[in-house]
């Protein structure tokens, strides 16, 4: 269902490429009053105690040039689905293309998909990042192998928006090796396959993000019958551990 759900949500956005964000037309300081309300909500929200029910989360992915964003590599795309306890709400979806007067690498455009007219035709880093803060506001953002995405998304915010990154970012491992420790898979290709869960478009950041959100609502069904009712419970574990 979701996967229909991501191909009418794409077509969609695919003609709203040059719309400005929400808050384009708003002054900067308005836009920066915004970022401290959302950054003093963040530090008083309880994640850690949350039952998982009622743990709000966006799972999320991006596309990038490289793996180095301090030597120039660069954000092409960011995809995102909400979710709440386990259960993934198809209706709740974010997908944008960043702008970049250079194409991307050939070699990315053939992994990725993403081409220089995409990219062309798309709005801006700080544009695209106040969309995306806008949607995600004080929830826990989840991803698989999250320091590539944490990295990026702590140079885009400063370079972009001239604020820190203060998001809680939780990878998809820190559930993973707590409900399946016998098993060392890396990829999100090999999680998926070992819980049955289909990808769809792989290396598209919204096609990717909703299968790591599957793979995330797996292991949290996994950790609740195992006894585990918080992340602090799951920390408190990780911790104990030899």
Known sequence: MIMNQMLHFIKQMSGKMTDSSVLA???????????????RELKQKDVLNTPFKDLSVVVFDIETTGFFPYNGDRILS?????MKGAEILEDQL?????????????????????????????????????QFFMFVRSDTLVAHHSSHE???????????LKTSFQHRIIDTSFL??????EIDYVSLDDWCNHHGVE????????????????????NIKIAEEMGFHNLKDIYTHIASLP
């Open 199 to 218: 990808i769809g478009n792989r290396h598209h950041a919204l096609y990717d993000a909703a299968a790591t959100a599957k793979l995330w609502s797996e």
């Open 150 to 160: 944490k990295q990026f998304m702590k140079h885009a915010s400063w370079t972009a």
């Open 176 to 181: 993973t090796k707590v409900v399946s420790p």
């Open 94 to 130: 974010f997908y944008k293309t960043i702008y970049s007067a250079l194409p991307p690498p050939q070699e990315i455009e053939e992994l990725t998909g993403i081409t220089a007219f995409e990219l062309n035709q798309a709005a801006t880093l700080p544009d695209v990042l106040k």
């Open 25 to 39: 037309g708003q002054s900067d300081a308005r836009k920066i009053a915004y970022m401290r309300n959302l950054q």
């Open 78 to 82: 960011i995809g995102a689905v909400k």
